[in-house]
């Protein structure tokens, strides 16, 4: 399972980071995601890595201003946040896959996390 933490209340302009700790699987041999769901609208990816590191998605919003990165001792990913703004406010949910296009496209995964709520206000 994926266990993601790390949201709460950040200021415009501040910064935030998410963790998504896996148990039962290694999580580095899967593509893993974060996605997004801001209240009234629909689901969205932010964010995506195959198990290589060697291809990444990022919505168009967040590209230079939010990372992805992990600690395979931990068995954790992490969303670092730079930047934030008023419309990054949402529940942010992790999702690993063993395929990246059907976890990045069709938002199917073999495993997803519990959502965290990512507030930006001042």
């Known amino acids: 399972q994926l266990q993601a933490s790390g949201g709460g209340l950040v200021q415009p302009g501040n910064s935030l980071r998410l963790a998504c700790a896996a148990s039962?699987?290694?999580?580095?041999?899967?593509?893993t995601a974060w996605f997004r769901q801001a209240p009234g609208k629909e689901r969205e990816g932010v964010l995506c890595i195959n198990s290589r590191h060697e291809i990444t998605y990022y919505a168009y919003s967040v590209k230079g201003r939010f990372t992805m990165s992990s600690d395979s001792a931990k068995n954790t990913v992490y969303l670092q946040m730079n930047s934030l703004k008023p419309e990054d406010t949402a529940v942010y949910y992790c999702?690993?896959?063993?395929?990246?296009?059907?976890?990045?496209?069709?938002?199917?995964?073999?495993?997803w996390g519990q959502g965290t709520l990512v507030t930006v206000s001042s």
């Open positions: 039962g699987f290694t999580l580095s041999d899967y593509t």
């Open positions: 999702a690993a896959d063993v395929q990246l296009l059907r976890l990045w496209v069709l938002w199917e995964a073999n495993y």
